[in-house]
Structure formats: C-alpha cells, structure tokens
C-alpha cells in the first residue's frame, strides 16, 4: 500500500472490539487518553 488515497476512513479498536479512534479525511475522534498523530508527507 502506497498510500491512504482507497481508504475511507481508519479505525483503531482493542482485541474485544472496542473502538478507540477513527480518523477520515474530516476528523479524527478518538478516546480520553488516545493520541493519534498524522504525519505529512515531506516529499513534496
């Protein structure tokens, strides 16, 4: 996978089930205590 672009949407969820972030190309909720960083990329 080269990029993200074929993706709607990344959801980040523990063994059981339970969703702790989503990230789409309009906004990232995630949990208390979840960090979730985006990275640009510095190749252009």
Excluded: C, F, Q, S
Aim: aromatic content about 4%.
């Amino acid at each position: 996978m080269e990029t993200l672009k074929d993706w709607t949407k990344v959801i980040v969820e523990t063994e059981d089930g339970k969703r702790l972030a989503t990230v789409t190309a309009r906004e990232i909720l995630a949990e208390d205590g979840i960090v979730v960083r985006l990275t640009p990329n510095y190749e252009k």
